[in-house]
């Protein structure tokens, strides 16, 4: 190799390891990026001509890339239930336009919120999943736009499940009249007026085991249902009849609720009646809770709770193919390959943490271990050039 030569390889020195103190400096940078995933970068031999005895001589190096690491970065608590973190393999699919181009991105950054109905990251791009289906009662087999729904609408009763501790005293220990039991149940129109309605228990008598009982809307309203109920000798119900009530309340639909009171009992301690009816009044959306596998759980009012949907994670054959396209951002290529869809936690794919983010994954120290070394390799390189350069001042003086 000629002194000529070997400045132009130091050279090559010089700009590789000054391109790859850039991938460095881009690590560095965003160390404190959510969903961020750090690159190393790779080099490559240049081969140069023919030397001595027919052997390949070496020409320097060049920066033939940077390679992707797509490991776990480390999870950071928000409180915010609509940041995601994947704990495992998988991507977020998100999709729209980003900068121009209109299309299925993937990312491990969860830093989502609600838009409009629509969950959407920073840039504004749709989370992709399966919306909940009532009349399937299912997800939808169909992929799209997550939403959530603001307002529930009102929604009459139908159905109410009693549990009642009645006291086994037949008659009233003073007068000797049948004993009774009272008790209020709240229930929902159509137009999400709530009412009360009075359940009234009546002991059949001594020697039996059997109540019956009267509803009324309200205190002294008009009679709306009645049955009895039959208990054996250990307390637990065996039969009720007239499990129904027929309700009409001004302005709104009539309505028939459906009672249960599958649970009661009959013993020597009363207590308070213990209910649960479907049905609510007119509510607005409060939060959203996201479980293990993604499913999306809207809150609205108290402790009214719908599912809303769930969204969907996608893995690749090959993540380094994956193009970074900017913000944490990727797209498939022919490299990485299509994409698996499925549910979280299933198929291979990691579970989603709500109200979590997936911090960066650079390793700061091992990055400035790097950088040092780099640098050390930009030096070396620097001083052969400075070295070929005095011999050729040497050989250029030769003359004298």
Known sequence: MSIWS?????????????NAMGVVGDNVANVGTIGFKGSRASFAAVLGGIGPHQTRVGAGVFMDGAEVGFGQGSLQQTGDSYHMAIQGDGYFMVKGDFLGQDGMYYTRDGRFHEDHGYIVNPAGLRLQGQAWDPLRNDFSP?????????????EATTLANLRLHLKNDTTSSTTGVPATDRQALTVYDSLGEAHSIILEFTSAGAGTNTWNWIATEGDGGPTVGSGSLDFDTEGNLVNQSGGSLGLSFAGAASQTVDIDFSGSRQSDVAGAMIYDVDGHGAESLSGIEVTDDGTIVGRYGGNLTRTLGRLALASFQADSGLEHVGSQLFQETAGSGPPGVGVAGSGGLGSVRSGVLEGSNVDLGNELVTMITYQRAFQANARAVTAADEMLSETANLKR
């Open 142 to 154: 169909v992929r799209g736009d997550l939403q959530v729904e603001q307002d529930l609408p009102p």
């Open 6 to 18: 070997s400045l132009y390889t130091a050279t090559s020195g010089i700009t590789a390891y000054g």
